[in-house]
DNA sequence: CGCTCCGCTGAAAGCGTCTTCATCGACCCG
DNA sequence: CGGGTCGATGAAGACGCTTTCAGCGGAGCG
């Protein structure tokens, strides 16, 4: 009974009597075609177990129905959740996700270099902490297709970001408020072969609070954790090492952090009494242990990043639209007052 | 200079001279070109930035240099690994990856019906812990190109999986030689409408460990985690409370380990002091968390799946191929001899 | 009753590439 | 020197669908 290959728009339209102009047509509900032929035809098909041949059809129309996302990384937090957050809308939108990891600097400038063969392949773009210069911007451009950041804004495409600045400083003050005058930051790298403007506007904003607040901002008080568990505990080690240790330490993720509460806790040291610790990301196991951090929704990032891009993909021409999303403090267990100090 | 459309490859013949199958072959690096003709169509193809239409490319070539990659949830650590360890290896090949989740029975029924459709968008497929019954395995056969399961064995289908009896096995002896006696177990969901059976044969690992030690495997100790931190909290908060606590406890998943671990922290418990606790996957915060627990390669899974899928897309009709991975105890601080009981 | 308009339908021309088949020399060998 | 072989190339037909355009008949209207 089965087929032996899949069926085409040709066995329907025999099967039903009709062209296969009329099959497109009435599988696809557009209008001109009488209910009753409609309804036959969708019986045929359904019997025949017809479905339309991708790439046929986006052969035809020019339409992929399929939205590429890159990211840095995947395998981490942050790149999981805004994959599932895309998924959801673009799979209740019958569109396919294509994803793609950049990850080196041959990798990027490959990515660059194929950019005109993305058109074609894809609908719209979603750009994960891409960070694009502006010759780099250019380059995209030329997928002649919209794309959306995350992370980042470029005025020319739309994105959606939070405040970076603005969640470090709030990380800042929640650390001083409570008493501490020496504190650590373990950043991300600050560039690898391109600017990451990230670690640099939440450092920033870090010192910017410390300025503020009167709180001295020693430069060696700084370490660079990579933005990972191993980094953050590798940094924190060093920093617990030095002569004026830190009383508190803010971590530029969360990541960074499990990995500086676990080495603080394996060298003895207990958190928040001997050292607190605060992040930033809010990762679905910080409230599980007590992390202090800035929450981002970065799922939902996801989500409206995708919205935006289905948007402009179906009104092509449409201005690019800017979405900046709140973070918020969330005070857990990680910090505390610092000890008394030992004057 | 850039041209207002995207160049063809009838744009490259007519510039240098030949037919477009002269270039199609030229480009593609198949035979039958002279040397010089090679060299000139390289270069002219490479001034007009041409790059072949992918949707034109794969109608006719019935490839689709595409692989489909289905999970159950993405944003959940177990599937962000396995999207990275596929990733890795495709992107080395010049495929694309597409990701899709199944979280529901809704999208789980839609992808069988539409299990066809998929014939002609990708080359291959990858399934994470789909568990599928013979009639799904039926409807996916449909696809009519090679599948890959990671996590559960299809004689039909390749599959990467690791021994979860055993792995579980290991946990409970771990427990066991510790002097547990009294040991909770919180699962994931033992079936969602359909078998699932992960948490099932590593329950049974685990019960059958006890059996053989004489350990009192008392089924009131078993909670329904859900595979999430917040089920893993509230699950061992509904152990604690029992007039019988348990001593230990082994969670079907890390992530309902680190829920275990923060809730139990939070109502006042010390671990491993008060209970021990122990976790299944070795997640990458597992080891700052000192959480015990048995690792699994997830992402090394991953990219085995896919090598083995790129091997079956290249040699069609080879028959499936079964890897087993090994699993290993991780001791860590979560877990410590039972506080003396108060006899 | 004739004309126009509109809804429904089919024919055919793409969409851009791959792939088969035929052609055409050049070269080799007996 | 003729037949055979082989490498290089081009012409043309898929691949399966979408979309434009024209045609056709019936309904509405004056």
Redesign the interface.
């Known amino acids: 009974m089965?087929p032996r290959h899949?069926s085409t728009i040709d066995d329907v339209a025999k099967a039903a009597g009709v062209s296969a102009a009329t099959v497109s047509r009435a599988l696809r509900d557009l209008p001109n075609v009488a209910p009753a032929t409609r309804r036959r035809i969708a019986r045929i098909a359904s019997d025949l177990?017809y479905?339309?041949?991708?790439?046929?059809s986006?052969?035809a129309s020019g339409k992929?129905m399929?939205v590429g996302l890159v990211a840095p990384?995947?395998?981490?937090?942050y790149?999981?959740?805004v994959?599932?957050?895309a998924?959801?809308v673009l799979?209740g939108h019958g569109y396919?996700?294509?994803?793609?990891?950049v990850d080196t600097a041959d990798?990027r400038s490959r990515l660059l270099r194929?950019a005109?063969?993305l058109?074609?392949?894809i609908d719209g773009l979603i750009l994960v902490d891409f960070f694009a210069t502006p010759e780099h911007a250019d380059r995209l451009r030329?997928v002649g297709r919209p794309v959306v950041t995350i992370g980042e804004k470029i005025p020319s495409f739309s994105s959606v970001t939070i405040d970076n600045e603005r969640g470090a400083a709030m990380a800042a003050r929640h650390l001083i408020e409570l008493g501490h005058q020496c504190i650590g930051l373990i950043t991300g790298p600050l560039a690898h072969g391109h600017p990451s403007p990230v670690p640099g506007a939440r450092a920033a904003g870090f010192a910017a609070a410390l300025a503020a607040a009167g709180v001295v901002h020693d430069p060696h008080l700084t370490r660079d954790g990579g933005f990972t568990?191993a980094g953050g505990?590798a940094a924190v080690e060093q920093l617990l090492a030095m002569a004026v240790r830190p009383t508190a330490v803010f971590c530029l993720s969360d990541?960074m952090a499990?990995?500086a509460?676990?080495?603080a806790?394996?060298l003895g040291y207990r958190v928040p009494d001997d050292i607190s610790i605060v992040g930033f990301d809010d990762h679905?196991?910080a409230?599980?242990?007590?992390l202090s951090t800035v929450h981002q929704p970065v799922?939902a990032m996801g989500s409206a990043a995708t919205e935006i891009l289905l948007q402009a993909i179906a009104t092509p021409g449409a201005p690019p639209v800017h979405r900046a999303v709140e973070v918020a403090l969330m005070r857990r267990r990680s910090t505390g007052p610092p000890a008394p100090s030992p004057a």
């Open positions: 089965t899949r177990e479905a339309p041949h991708p790439q046929a986006r052969l992929t399929t990384l995947f395998g981490l937090w790149a999981s959740q994959v599932a957050g998924e959801t799979s396919d996700l294509l994803v793609h990891a990798n194929h005109a063969s058109r074609g392949r030329q568990v505990a990541e499990f990995g509460i676990g080495r806790q394996q679905d196991v409230e599980s242990f007590g799922r």
